[in-house]
């Protein structure tokens, strides 16, 4: 799942892409190096990013969603409002990409089932504002899980189809980096949940903290490689899909784990 952000101020790339024909073209590049789907966003997550309205919000995603989906590119919103969702779906996005796992708008999950398309459903304690003081656990790995868990059973009960959702630990929101760690290295646990999992790992802090020189962390830019070091370990694990700013390094990640795995 290659990474458009449609906003000035994300974490690794904000501005690069915030224009609408530089964010199509980046999308198509992310597909010919062979992204299967790009994940456009019209709102930053990063920790302590303000929220912007829904308004623009669309104004920022439907333009870019509408050309991709026309030419044929499977797409997916990055949103936590119902409305969006339903506006992005309408104009062609096949997925619903929720980072609050339908806790920010108590609608998204009856129009998520209206709308029968697949959802990404993340776990999440806040908006970017708060993820840093919500960033407490006892054992990180089997609290994730049982609040995923709970989340799908709100899902199933508002008619969304089991079938179509993904869950996605939410490496970096209001998780440490020793608390990423661990989610990766328990991957199994979540996996018991028995719905496809997603990974979005690509250029974040924790990553930038164990490759860290004695003057700062490594800058996003330059995290690609452990980046794809986690795409290839956690295919390897049979995770459903990894979310990336770069795609082709880790179609070839994802390449090496499949004959790993199959020669085992």
């Not at 609290?143 to 709970?150: C, F, K, P, T, W």
Request: proline share 4%.
């Amino acid at each position: 799942m290659g990474i458009v952000n449609v906003t000035p101020d994300s974490f690794s790339d904000g501005g690069r892409w915030f224009d609408h024909a530089a964010a199509i073209a980046h999308a198509r590049s992310l597909v010919a190096d062979g992204a299967s789907i790009v994940d456009v966003g019209g709102e930053s997550t990063r920790p302590g990013a303000e929220r912007v309205d829904a308004e623009e919000e669309l104004r920022r995603v439907k333009p870019v969603i509408a050309e991709l989906a026309a030419a044929g590119i499977a797409v997916s919103v990055d949103t936590t409002r119902a409305e969006v969702a339903a506006e992005a779906v309408a104009v062609g996005a096949q997925l619903v990409n929720d980072v609050s796992g339908g806790l920010a708008d108590p609608q998204m999950l009856s129009v998520v089932a209206d709308l029968d398309v697949p959802w990404i459903c993340m776990h999440w304690r806040g908006h970017a504002t708060q993820m840093v003081h919500n960033a407490v656990y006892d054992d990180v790995v089997s609290e994730v899980r049982d609040e995923l868990a709970a989340r799908l059973e709100a899902a199933i009960a508002a008619g969304v189809d089991e079938q179509r959702i993904v869950l996605d630990p939410g490496l970096g929101f209001a998780k440490t980096g020793e608390h990423n760690w661990q989610l990766l290295g328990r991957i199994d646990e979540l996996q018991s949940l028995g719905r496809p999992i997603l990974i979005g790992a690509s250029r974040k802090r924790f990553l930038g903290d164990l490759l860290a020189d004695r003057r700062r962390p490594r800058p996003p830019a330059q995290r690609d490689a452990a980046t794809a070091a986690v795409t290839a370990l956690v295919a390897a694990r049979g995770v459903w899909g990894v979310r990336t700013h770069t795609a082709a390094e880790h179609r070839d990640a994802i390449a090496v784990a499949d004959q790993v795995v199959a020669h085992r």
